[in-house]
């Protein structure tokens, strides 16, 4: 296919764009009020014509995979459907346009909305109650963990340690740094379980929480979870949920039921708000009724007098967000929730699990599988038989997108050699799940029969593979005329 | 694999070689091999002092970052300043031109005397590879 | 009902080839005691019932095309080409992630390069990346990045700077080694309400990290920085500004022209209606020297294997999922659709479309201001502003608030809740959405509120 140009090389000196609105009121001069030396002079941008700017980024957009196109089973993501219907509702405009600073009584509809989430996103996972306001699960990861120095503090204990397990998420570890807290990592057993030994042996008086995810990144349900919880707490430490995998668990379980004390839910991975090409997405917390006076502010609350912002009180740990977050996603989350009400929770989990575990079948004569039990919603293969063949994952993953199908996440978790992590979702049939399951076992094949083919992968894409190292050591991020 | 002799060698893959009073530093072929292509490499200011074991710098490939150990103890005086536009000599020269520090070591007399001979180090890398 | 599309013929199949008897084998590892809660939550609904609940409560709220606004206060309102959310609808857009692949996502890679190339052009600066969460969070990361260039531990932190950009700036740097110091940066004679750049120049020294600054600030002003500029130089501080309406960059001198060392602002206002605060996207722009110290992603050009022009997501040591707990910071999800629109809206107007939005919003601005006086107001700002200015509000601005929403106008936004001393200021904003119509509907209701 032939590369699309830069946006800079459409451009043509005097070609006009969009026109703006007609002034509605006499021109100011900005030399007569401006001071010397603030008015810019040329702004060096492209001069583009409406439609070349429009075939311009309908040809870029074709030269992306999307979940609109096929299945995307990118694991620790939760690539599902977007169901059309919360477009529509993000866009009406009594949500759209509100600003933040109207009155509150103006803008009532909104907060009962967002007010009713929280509501509802507690009841599901099990929390006292929940915030919306992180605009992404690491932000809210920074949030939990400043709320657990808060409390710590309230108590009068400093505490500056933080048990990362080595499957977590990067995350996890670059979040306990920014809230200036020291990472120790727990080890994974042979069970795909944390090692409670040396838990045990790692519980002091200096560790402030325990970073879970559950299930974990290899898909697992932690089988000791309440015994790990409760070791935690006994030690003095809070245990902090990455729900990253929240979809495994809807309606089967809440999080909040088994010990752990405030846990962030990925709105763009459970509760169907796009995942827009890497974001927005929202991360909201949820923490128990201990935690609750140190979350940032303002709250959405309820009164006698209508929904209400309430101002941050003197125990929060401060805004994270210019107002209260992303809330076009709130508003699309909440559409989702509605539309599959208390039952259709259950679905999710049990078709998203029942999806993983049916590839897991299908694919483990093919496929090393480090630890092999029923899966999650996510399974885990080492692509370590095929690495015996002299073919790496990375061949593995570009062949599969001359099959027309997303690679899953490669080399995650770190403690899987030569990882494949496939998270199909409850959003694809039976026949899509055959198809990336035959699309992967013909690849498995072609490892053993003609690993040439593996190596010189991906040969139908718009590009082939790229020259990284180039790209890394002399850095082109930004587009000069003279390149 | 053979190493150099006139080097000593660290288990954490470093090499140190006398030139005068200095020490020049820098990472073994074997090190550079299993990294791949390097894209960057960190230096610290001249003029820190290092223990044996501390940090002095990360050298990276497009998905890795390795942390720099000194193998002496001693003032960093000087640093490769040509790594900054071509991180690549750690690849092509990793035990001449992509050298990485300039030492002065604190006891020129027990500088290396921990760290293993080109032997040592050559049974030590063909473990690692068996 | 939960958008699956499995059949329970489908599910058996997939049972027995798994080789169990039922979904609930399939959850045996949940503690028994907690398993299968009992939720208290209401029953599914098709979607138009759905969208008539929805809408419903969109109704409740009153929207600038039923009430003339004069809010800003890092929230704008400008003219959005259509074709923006045309764009922002297509399914390759907004249904796609991370480029973790890069042969199969070249679309969003090459807009995230593009992205990163326009947002340099309009700031002057070297090198940005592909967008942080929103403008408060992006100042966050702008501190953190000073800190860890210059090893100090100062922030001079001017007090037009967003108040609730310096808050989240506050949260992030709770932990470390930060001292945020806020310099009021604006002083009042009577009514009137001038900046103080001088005061926020005294107040950097040789333990300054950084000194930021808001532009247009929270007030509206634009302020020659050059005594700030120049005390910074003097002590090696690095220089940050906050841009909340990139708009204003259609007509003023960019940030990489006045000493900029990073660039930190939103880019909500060029993509859509202020959405009550979200999602925005934040940028985060600087120099080529600090690129290693930029947080977040950052799409590169290079070349394929037949030595095709294609994109890679570059420097990714730098992140999370690389460097772990040495990360320049945990960001992961970013704002990229956003970030696309920005790119879309800047390529559609184009340079002479942004400079009219920016013009036109001034002009409105300053027009509205000399008709606010006509009716007795008295409009206290005693400095040079961009499209926001301090209007006198005798009977207190929450009042006047208050008052005139009652009248079917919100008025502005009360500088008090900035600072008890500006508890009778109001702060006022018009754009180039600012009609005739609005500004005879903010005159009428303020000569009611104003009246005896």
């Known amino acids: ?483 | 694999m053979k190493f150099p002799s006139d080097a000593r060698y660290s288990r954490e893959h470093e090499w140190a070689r006398f030139d005068g009073d200095d020490v020049i530093v820098g990472i073994t072929p074997y090190a550079a091999d299993e990294l791949g292509d390097v894209v960057y490499v960190e230096l610290p200011a001249v003029g820190l002092h290092v223990e044996v074991m501390d940090e002095f710098g990360t050298v990276e490939s497009v998905k890795a970052v390795s942390p720099l150990y000194a193998p002496v103890a001693g003032d960093i005086i000087g640093v490769n300043e040509a790594l900054d536009g071509a991180p690549e000599l750690v690849n092509s020269s990793p035990m001449g031109d992509g050298w990485l520090i300039r030492v002065r070591p604190d006891d020129h007399a027990t500088a290396v005397e921990d760290l293993l001979d080109a032997e040592a180090y050559d049974a030590f890398v063909d473990e690692l590879l068996a | 009902m939960s958008y699956s599309p499995s059949t329970d013929a489908d599910r058996a199949r997939m049972l027995r080839t798994i080789g169990v008897d039922s979904i609930d084998d399939l959850f045996v590892d949940i503690p028994d005691a907690h398993r299968d809660p009992t939720l208290d939550l209401p029953a599914a609904l098709p979607e138009v019932d759905v969208l008539r609940e929805v809408r419903a409560l969109a109704e409740q709220n009153r929207v600038p095309e039923g009430v003339p606004s004069f809010l800003g206060a890092g929230f704008y309102r400008h003219f959005v080409p259509a074709l923006v959310d045309q764009q922002l609808l297509r399914s390759e857009w907004y249904t796609g992630y991370t480029p973790y692949q890069a042969e199969m996502t070249q679309g969003t890679l090459q807009s995230m390069y593009e992205f990163q190339s326009l947002v340099c052009r309009l700031t002057g600066m070297e090198v940005a990346n592909a967008s942080l969460y929103d403008g408060a969070s992006a100042l966050a990361e702008a501190v953190l990045m000073c800190r860890a260039i210059t090893r100090r531990s100062g922030v001079v932190m001017a007090g037009t700077v967003h108040p609730a950009y310096r808050e989240v700036a506050a949260t992030y740097t709770q932990a470390v080694d930060v001292e945020l110091r806020t310099v009021d940066a604006w002083t009042r004679t009577g009514n009137d309400v001038a900046p103080d750049i001088e005061a926020v120049a005294a107040a950097i020294d040789d333990t300054t990290a950084c000194v930021v600054l808001q532009r247009p600030d929270f007030f509206g002003w634009v302020v020659d920085p050059t005594p700030v500029v120049e005390a910074a130089k003097r002590h090696g501080a690095k220089i940050v500004y906050v841009v909340t309406d990139p708009i204003s960059l259609g007509l003023l001198t960019p940030p990489g022209d006045l000493g900029a060392d990073i660039v930190a602002g939103e880019l909500r206002s060029l993509v859509g209606p202020p959405a009550y605060g979200g999602p925005g996207a934040g940028m985060l722009a600087t120099r080529q020297a600090f690129i290693r110290r930029l947080p977040g992603r950052i799409a590169g050009r290079t070349t394929d294997l037949d030595g095709q022009q294609g994109f890679v997501l570059t420097l990714q040591t730098r992140e999370q999922h690389i460097r772990r707990e040495r990360a320049t910071s945990n960001i992961t999800t970013n704002q990229a659709l956003v970030a696309l629109g920005a790119a879309i809206s800047i390529s559609a107007l184009g340079p002479a479309g942004l400079r009219d939005l920016a013009t036109r919003s001034l002009s409105a601005a300053h027009r509205c201001a000399e008709a606010l006086a006509s009716v007795g107001a008295t409009v206290s700002n005693a400095a040079p502003y961009f499209h926001e200015f301090i209007v006198h509000a005798p009977r207190g601005a929450e009042d006047t608030v208050k008052a005139l929403a009652d009248r079917g106008v919100f008025g502005g936004y009360p500088l008090g809740r900035v600072d008890p001393r500006l508890a009778d200021a109001l702060l006022v904003c018009a754009t180039d959405l600012t009609t005739r119509a609005d500004l005879d509907a903010l005159m009428n209701a303020w000569q009611a509120v104003h009246r005896g």
Not at chain 1, 30 to 48: C, H, K, S, T
Not at chain 1, 298 to 305: G, L, S
């Open chain 1, 1 to 483: 296919m032939a590369s699309e140009p830069l946006i800079f090389e459409l451009a043509s000196p005097g070609r006009p764009g969009v026109r703006p609105p007609l002034p509605q009121f006499d021109a100011v001069d900005p030399a007569a009020v401006l001071p010397e030396g603030q008015i810019r002079g040329a702004l060096d941008l492209p001069e583009v014509s409406e439609i070349d700017v429009m075939r311009h980024f309908v040809r870029l957009s074709q030269r992306n995979h999307s979940i609109d196109t096929a299945i995307y089973p990118l694991g620790s993501c939760t690539m599902k459907y977007n169901p059309k219907i919360n477009e529509v509702t993000a866009r009406l405009p009594g949500l759209l346009e509100p600003h933040p600073y109207q009155p509150e009584s103006s803008v009532q509809g909104l907060l009962a909305l967002i007010h009713d989430l929280e509501a509802v996103l507690a009841e599901l996972a099990g929390f006292a109650t929940v915030t919306t306001q992180p605009a992404a699960g690491s932000q809210g990861e920074m949030v939990g963990l400043f709320c657990i120095q808060a409390w710590l503090r309230s108590r009068g204990e400093r505490r500056t340690t933080v048990l990362v397990p080595d499957s977590a998420h990067g995350t996890n570890p670059a979040t306990a740094t920014m809230t200036g807290m020291r990472v120790e990592p727990l080890g994974t057993g042979p069970d795909g379980n944390i090692d409670l030994a040396e838990l045990d042996a790692k519980l002091d008086d200096d560790v402030a929480a325990l970073m879970l995810t559950l299930p974990t990144t290899l898909g697992l349900f932690e089988q000791r979870i309440l015994d790990v919880t409760r070791r935690v707490h006994a030690a003095g430490g809070q245990v902090y949920g990455d729900g990253a995998n929240m979809n495994a668990m809807l309606g089967r379980v809440r999080p909040g039921d088994l010990g752990i004390d405030v846990m962030h839910l990925n709105l763009h991975k459970t509760f169907t708000t796009p995942h827009g090409g890497g974001g927005p997405g929202a991360g909201a917390l949820g923490v128990q009724a201990h935690l609750a006076p140190f979350l940032p502010g303002p709250r959405f609350v309820k009164t006698d007098a209508g929904y209400a912002l309430e101002p941050a009180g003197p125990d929060s740990i401060g805004r994270v967000h210019s107002h209260v977050g992303n809330v076009g996603n709130l508003i699309r989350a909440y559409t989702y929730i509605r539309s599959l009400g208390r039952d259709g929770m259950r679905e999710v989990a049990d078709d998203a699990v029942l999806h993983a575990n049916y590839l897991r079948a299908r694919l483990a004569p093919h496929f090393d599988i480090p630890y092999d039990r029923i899966c999650m919603h996510e399974v885990v293969l080492a692509g370590t038989r095929q690495r015996r063949l002299g073919v790496r994952t990375t061949d593995i993953a570009k062949r599969l997108i001359d099959y027309g199908v997303h690679p899953p996440t490669v080399y995650f978790p770190l403690i899987v050699d030569e990882a494949l992590m496939i998270e199909p979702t409850e959003t694809e049939s039976i026949e899509s799940l055959d198809q990336f399951a035959e699309a992967l076992i013909n690849v498995a094949d072609e490892a053993k029969a003609a690993p040439d083919l593996l190596h010189a992968a991906p040969t139908t894409a718009p590009v082939r593979r790229l020259d990284e190292v180039t790209a890394n050591r002399s850095p082109d991020v930004n587009w000069t005329p003279a390149d």
